[in-house]
C-alpha cells in the first residue's frame, strides 16, 4: 500500500523537499525524509543523515537514519554507523538506538563480509546488560536483526515497485 501510494508522489520527492524536511525539529518530517533517502539511496545525504543521526536531537528518527545510511552503501555512511556506537554505547545511561544501529552494521557485515561489529562487541555487552531502569536491553538485542530486516525489506519492497522502473 505505502509502495503505491510513494508512487503516486514519487516526482514530488525532490531533494529540496528532502532538506527541508531534515531541517524540521520534529521526529515525523525528518524520518519521512530519511524514508525517502533510503528509498531513493541519495548518496548526496550521506553528511546530513550521519549527523543527525549523531546529533541525536530528536526522538524516533535515529533508526530512519541508520536504516538510510544502510541503504545508502557508502564507506562513509557506513562510518557514521561506527562513530554513533563509538560514541552512545559508551553513554550506558541512554535509552538511543544504540541497539538498532549495532543490528544495522552488523546487518552490513552479514551482506558485505566485513567485520565492521568486532570492536563493538564488548561495549555492546557492557551496554545491553547494564541495569539503567527503561527496559530489557538484551531482549531488544535479540529482536533488533529481526525489526532491522523488515523494515529493510519494506524498504527495497518500495524501491522496487517504484523506483526500479524508473
Known amino acids: ?3 503505491e501510494h510513494y508512487g503516486r508522489i514519487r516526482a514530488e520527492v525532490d531533494t529540496a523537499l528532502i ?7 520534529n521526529w515525523r518530517p525528518r524520518k519521512t525524509a530519511a ?25 524516533f528518527a535515529g533508526k530512519a537514519y541508520a536504516l538510510a ?20 554505547l559508551d553513554r550506558l545511561e541512554l535509552e538511543f ?12 557485515d552479514t551482506v558485505h563480509g566485513t567485520a565492521h561489529m568486532q570492536s563493538f ?10 541495569e539503567n ?10 529482536n533488533m536483526p529481526d525489526l532491522f530486516s523488515s523494515q529493510l525489506a519494506a524498504i527495497q519492497h518500495v524501491r522496487a515497485a517504484c523506483v526500479g522502473d524508473a
Open 35 to 59: 524514508y525517502f533517502v533510503a528509498i531513493e539511496q541519495l548518496a548526496g545525504f550521506t553528511d546530513h543523515i550521519g549527523r543527525l543521526l549523531l546529533r541525536s536531537d530528536v526522538c
Open 97 to 108: 538506538d544504540q541497539v538498532y544501529v549495532a543490528a544495522a552494521l552488523a546487518h552490513v
Open 133 to 142: 531502569g527503561y527496559g530489557d536491553r538484551a531482549h531488544q538485542l535479540e
Open 19 to 25: 532538506r527541508r524536511l531534515l531541517t524540521w525539529v
Open 69 to 88: 545510511l544502510v541503504c545508502i552503501e557508502t564507506d562513509a555512511a557506513i562510518r557514521y554507523l561506527q562513530q554513533y556506537l563509538e560514541y552512545y
Open 1 to 3: 500500500l505505502f509502495a
Open 121 to 130: 562487541e564488548d561495549a555492546l555487552s557492557r551496554f545491553v546488560t547494564y
